[in-house]
């Protein structure tokens, strides 16, 4: 019998040394508790292929955890086999992928991607792209600063919650060009927002002490900007513009899924999901796809410079 305490302290550690949000972090201990548990505080490492399924299907069956729960879980337990008791076994990694490729309902084909994507525009469109072309959150796309952009390298860099740097991710690099068009558009705003005396972005608490005036400078600039203002609490002025809202992207979404006549649930995380799948079929190894995803470590990330490919490079984009 595992002491599991200790085996949680452990991964709790794991987690905060590779910065993981907060929100993955509770996430990660509620799953890796519930599987402990679950097999009576077994010692994970004598544990099988078998013993994962059951706790996944005992989830489906007996808490009617939906596809994206069960996903969840599933990269909680990889967690904690691979960095936490430093044993990942193959058969552990072939259920990860195997679990992403089955899941049809969870998933669109390369065409219905490239069908949504073509009645999406503007705004709209670029943000849907990425999070599709990057295997970016809705929340981690519209939060996207320019600094965080780098056309030179054709990377993202993703932040966490609290502003401070997350991993890096691809660049989808048919995007560029647009990309490039939209943040220059972006920065004429930006210099006629200072000049009328507003300019001013939300900055967390940390980033505000690392970089006094950052809250104007055009770097710490949300790239994909609200058309309105927003209220910001410590000065009371209608003085610091947002980013766009996940609403917007989840309305955009679904218009563009009816007009695509995509006939299932299509979500942001429903991108996220495909570009994972899209990945692994096109032979990334899973470990690479979890890094670029967030979950993985800086080693796992040398992919990137290994010429790895965004799926969305593969579409036609208008």
Sequence with gaps: MVNELNLLDRMRASLRVH????NTEKAYMYWARAFVEYHNKQDPSELGR??????????ASARYAAVQTQNQALHAVLFLYRDVLGNCPDW?????????TVRKSNILSKDEIQSLLSNLYGQ???????????GLRVNECISLRVRD??????????????????WMTIMPKKLIPSLRTHIEDRKLLHIKDVADGLGEVYLPVTIREQYPNGARS???QYAFPSAE???????????????????RINKAIE???????????????????????????NGVDSKQVEALLGHGTEEELDGLQAGIKSPLDELRIH
């Design 124 to 134: 709209e469109w670029l943000a849907v792209s990425l999070i599709y072309g990057a």
């Design 229 to 247: 203002r927003a209220f910001d609490v410590t000065s009371g002025n209608m003085t610091r513009p947002s980013h766009i809202s996940e609403d």
């Design 218 to 220: 055009w770097s710490w």
């Design 50 to 59: 078998a013993d994962v399924e059951s706790f996944i299907s005992y989830l």
């Design 255 to 281: 218009r563009a899924a009816i007009e695509a006549q995509i006939y299932t649930r299509v979500t942001p995380t429903t991108l996220r999901n495909s570009f994972a799948v899209h990945m692994i079929r």
């Design 92 to 100: 552990l990694n072939e259920l990860i992928a195997e679990q992403g």
């Design 19 to 22: 910065q993981f949000n907060v």
């Design 149 to 166: 952009i780098d056309l030179q390298k054709q990377n993202i860099l993703v932040r966490q919650a609290n502003g401070a740097a997350g």
